[in-house]
């Protein structure tokens, strides 16, 4: 089984409703993000959260929201979707104390919003 | 202007060429720099990570960075086809567990 588990895989859904997209890990990390990729612009951080009781705002967390439900599980919400949503999401962890540029991804979430 | 600049290519050369993949950045505080490679319908993995300037080398991979040009690269020698897939450069400040990445390079490795 994957360390950083992520669903569904893909999702195909309409303008205006809700998504959320769940990410559970075993890896035992206290630090979990939230990036998307995007054709051309790479992956940008959306929201991350360094343990259960701390959230904080990525460069593009307009139109999501999160939620830190345990050490184990950090899931992404789209209260209203737009096409414009439409990209792969990632969820990552990281380790600490000793930070060493090493991300844990899951293997992503393909979001289509029509 | 973004932090991190990277050619998006894509980038095709046969089998056994030498691969030379760059990225700049405008933050002077990024101090950990990064190489993931990413499959095709996988997520990143870390491949290379340096601390402050200089080279490291991991078999036929070398990482390279100039702080004083702000410019880092990734070479790979012997390039095979299994090393087909996206390069994405990702930095971060000293102290801050947030990357920041280049928008990858898509790289092909022909038989």
């Known amino acids: 089984d994957a360390d950083v588990t992520q669903t569904p895989r893909n999702r195909i859904t309409k303008t205006g409703k809700r998504i959320m997209l769940e990410c559970s890990q075993t890896k035992g990390h206290d630090r979990m993000y939230w990036y998307r990729q995007d054709p051309g612009l790479g992956l940008r951080l959306i929201y991350y959260s360094f343990d259960v009781k701390d959230i904080n705002k990525g460069e593009i967390s307009d139109g999501y929201s999160v939620s830190r439900q345990a050490q184990a599980k950090f899931s992404l919400s789209l209260e209203s979707a737009i096409p414009n949503q439409t990209a792969l999401y990632f969820c990552?962890?990281?380790?600490?104390?000793?930070?060493?540029?090493?991300?844990?991804f899951g293997e992503g979430s393909r979001l289509t919003v029509l | 202007q973004k932090e991190v600049e990277q050619d998006p290519g894509p980038l095709s050369v046969p089998e056994g060429a030498i691969v030379s993949l760059n990225c700049t950045y405008s933050?002077?505080?990024?101090?950990?720099f990064m190489w993931y490679r990413q499959y095709s319908r996988k997520g990143p993995e870390l491949l290379m990570y340096?601390?402050?300037?200089g080279n490291k080398e991991d078999g036929r991979f070398t990482a390279q960075v100039d702080k004083s040009s702000k410019y880092i690269s990734l070479f790979i020698r012997d390039s095979q086809p299994s090393d087909s897939a996206t390069y994405l450069c990702?930095?971060?400040?000293?102290?801050?567990?947030?990357?920041?990445f280049g928008q990858g390079t898509r790289l092909t490795i022909n038989p």
């Open positions: 990552a962890t990281s380790d600490l104390p000793r930070f060493t540029g090493e991300l844990f």
């Open positions: 340096t601390y402050s300037s």
């Open positions: 933050n002077s505080a990024f101090q950990y």
């Open positions: 990702a930095m971060s400040p000293q102290g801050a567990q947030k990357l920041v």
